[in-house]
């Protein structure tokens, strides 16, 4: 019997091992699988090469697991070793022996694994004793047993085994029992060995058994993995059926894919798979993590999101682009560096290869789908258009790549290129400066009646209701010439586009400001809303009373969903505008009645508002004459007094126009068509606009 200390640099390297080599401790079974078939494939390479005369026999990897000794066993009839190369390739943690495997063996060794770093050595996460019964295929080797009790202290003995192979028992640990139940088992082999490239065995089939009325094993291998999955085949071999098989197959729960690429390329670097675009159903969150990584068909991770570090940056795993963890699908490449960071990923040169190469293909895809059949590419556009904003708001070259197979829809349901677009409002839809303002809409039904005010004017309005069309536009309007996007309800029609200085009122400014105080006083409290009154002349066969929003503030508000560092604006209330059109037969019969029914008693007050604003001019005249510092506490006061008792009669004016306009029942009329117009008009308040529309029509 040999004894000796496992040839590493500290006596704590187990300690490490157990918690910090490995992020999740269930990797075990996939660094245990996959070194079986690894030593599995290294035998079939060597038989390939004629290293090996003897017979392959049955190449299955099997798993057992008995729960009353606490142990699972991992078993292949690989290469198996000699007491040698265990304390060349065990007891020396710093050594692989896939590093000289591949190196004799490069031409042929392309499916081995081995890129998993210290793999054996996690084992240790989850056991508390790790045992190896081994032989060599070699001719006349003898079986050897290796055991280690979780120290650096080791013991080798000889052993009974007839052929070739490597049994690995691990007697699991106290705290990790719920890796002896078959399920949570049968689970983890599922996730990360369900398509290794050797048979993998666990238990027998079972079948429902009508005399022992319960299911019992058959004579059958129960096989948990396909060795030839979808992705590793030629795509001219496969069909339509083929590709939306397998997709239910990962995704069994998932509507059909909207189209796939398969992907396979093997330089500069190798890479396969298939990327599925889903049908998106608007969230962004859910959809993410459904992109599964392989290397060599064993399974790496699924969590490929982007986080985000304490400094604000943004990372991702590196592989795929941060807009693309929304697709689905499978990648495998041994070409990528693992167990390792993020940070290191995105810095790796073939991670970057990589990710630009998926990329470059993704792009090519809907291009050529694109040009093959527009009419059913547009008919997917509203599923696809999340995959592309995102990548045009996230990929600083993305937008140069997709903007010929990006399109716009208008409110009519008809589809354009940004080309095709632009031709088409360039003569109608330039402003007074010579830009080219592209309208939108968010809501066909709630603006609908802007958008129809815009369409009698000759415009076209685009339909933007997806969950990323309007941070978009942010983008849009950088890449395009001389052009600006604004949302037909954010002001009146005719200055959507202003070809011309707006008309100006006709009102005297005491006019214009009485008949802004009648609507002002009665516009509701709403939460988180402010209205300001704005008086125009818009032509007497427009709306009376209009209400917008301010294109800039509506947007940063927007922008503030999906955008560090803005929730400010989110927290800001919304300011609207209610536009009187002084135009207007109603507007006009609004202010001539208020100056008929407030003339008497609004005399005394505008006399006096007269006098003092006239006493008010005269002290900040003589005292504009000063420097601050020259002005003594007793001008000062002056001014104050001044100015508060031309306050005080602008409120008495205001509240004699205020009981006015609280019982002239078109004013609230108006205020009300505005707010439904808008629907911003509920409960009591539409309970009281039902009651007085039936007694105005009386």
């Excluded at 007491?83 to 000289?100: C, H, L, P, R």
């Excluded at 500069?268 to 608007?282: A, C, D, E, V």
């Excluded at 009698?456 to 069309?469: A, E, I, T």
């Amino acid at each position: 019997m040999q004894k000796g200390n496992i040839g590493v640099t500290t006596e704590n390297i187990f300690p490490v091992i157990k918690k910090f080599l490995y992020s999740d401790q269930e990797i075990f079974l996939r660094e245990m699988v996959s070194n079986a078939v690894d030593a599995t494939q290294k035998l079939k390479t060597l038989k390939e090469k004629g290293d090996y005369t003897g017979e392959l026999g049955d190449l299955t990897v099997r798993v057992s697991l008995d729960a009353d000794k606490g142990t699972i066993t991992i078993s292949d009839h690989g290469i198996g070793m000699t007491e040698e190369e265990i304390d060349k390739y065990i007891n020396q943690i710093a050594f692989s022996g896939v590093s000289d495997f591949l190196e004799k063996y490069k031409d042929n060794a392309n499916n081995i694994i081995g890129h998993f770093g210290l793999g054996f050595y996690s084992s240790f996460m989850v056991s508390k004793k790790v045992e190896i019964v081994t032989k060599s295929y070699k001719e006349g080797a003898k079986a050897v047993k290796w055991s280690c009790d979780g120290s650096p202290a080791y013991e080798i003995d000889d052993a009974e085994r007839a052929d070739h192979g490597s049994d690995i028992i691990l007697y699991i640990d106290d705290d990790c029992k719920e890796f002896l139940d078959k399920s949570k088992l049968e689970g983890l082999l599922n996730k990360y060995c369900k398509f290794m490239a050797v048979p993998v065995a666990f238990g027998k089939k079972q079948k429902w058994s009508a005399d022992e009325k319960k299911m019992v094993d058959t004579q059958d291998d129960n096989i948990i993995n396909n060795v030839e999955p979808l992705w590793t085949k030629t795509p001219s071999t496969l069909k339509d059926e083929d590709y939306k098989s397998f997709y239910r197959a990962l995704y069994p729960m998932s509507d059909e894919p909207l189209f796939w690429i398969h992907l396979n390329v093997d330089y500069p670097f190798n890479l396969t798979g298939i990327l599925y675009f889903p049908k998106i159903k608007n969230s962004l969150e859910l959809q993410r993590n459904k992109i599964q990584l392989y290397c060599n068909q064993v399974f790496v991770t699924d969590q490929l999101e982007a986080t985000r570090e304490p400094d604000g940056t943004v990372k991702t795993g590196g592989i795929v682009p941060e807009f693309l963890t929304l697709l689905h699908g499978v990648i495998d490449s041994p070409d990528i560096p693992l167990n390792v960071s993020r940070s290191y990923l995105q810095s790796d040169r073939k991670v970057k290869q990589i990710s630009t190469y998926i990329t470059k293909k993704v792009a090519d895809r809907l291009k050529a789908i694109f040009n093959e059949d527009r009419k059913a590419y547009e008919e997917k556009w509203d599923n696809l258009k999340l995959f592309i904003n995102y990548g045009i708001l996230t990929e600083e070259n993305f937008y140069d790549r997709a903007k010929d197979f990006s399109l716009f829809k208008d409110t009519e349901g008809k589809y354009f290129t940004f080309d095709e677009y632009r031709k088409l409002i360039e003569a109608s839809q330039k402003d007074k400066d010579d830009t080219l303002v592209y309208l939108y809409a968010t809501d066909k039904q709630e603006q609908y009646s802007y958008i129809e005010a815009a369409k009698q004017k000759g415009y076209s309005v685009l339909l933007l209701d997806g969950q990323l069309d309007v941070p978009t536009i942010q983008t849009l309007e950088q890449k395009f010439e001389k052009s600006r996007f604004t949302r037909v309800d954010s002001d009146v029609i005719d200055r959507l586009i202003p070809k011309a200085d707006a008309p100006k009122s006709d009102l005297s400014d005491d006019d214009s400001a009485n008949l802004s105080a009648v609507f002002r006083t009665q516009m509701p409290k709403l939460d988180k809303t402010e209205f300001m009154v704005d008086v125009q002349a818009l032509g007497a066969q427009q709306r009376p009373v209009i209400i917008t929003q301010n294109e800039w503030m509506r947007r940063m508000k927007d922008m503030s969903r999906f955008q560090q560092g803005m929730g400010f604006y989110g927290q800001m209330p919304n300011t609207l505008n209610l536009v009187l059109n002084s135009d207007h037969p109603l507007v006009k019969k609004v202010l001539d009645d208020c100056k008929a029914s407030t003339l008497e008693a609004l005399k005394p007050i505008d006399s006096e508002l007269k006098g003092q604003e006239a006493r008010l001019a005269a002290i900040r005249q003589q005292q504009d004459k000063k420097k601050y510092d020259e002005l003594t506490q007793e001008d000062k006061d002056q001014k104050a007094e001044a100015e508060k008792a031309v306050e005080e009669q602008k409120q008495k004016k205001e509240a004699v126009i205020a009981d006015y306009a609280k019982q002239n029942s078109i004013v609230h009329q108006l205020i009300d068509l505005a707010l439904l117009q808008n629907g911003m008009l509920k409960g009591e308040a539409l309970d009281r606009f039902l009651s007085r529309s039936i007694d105005l029509i009386k």
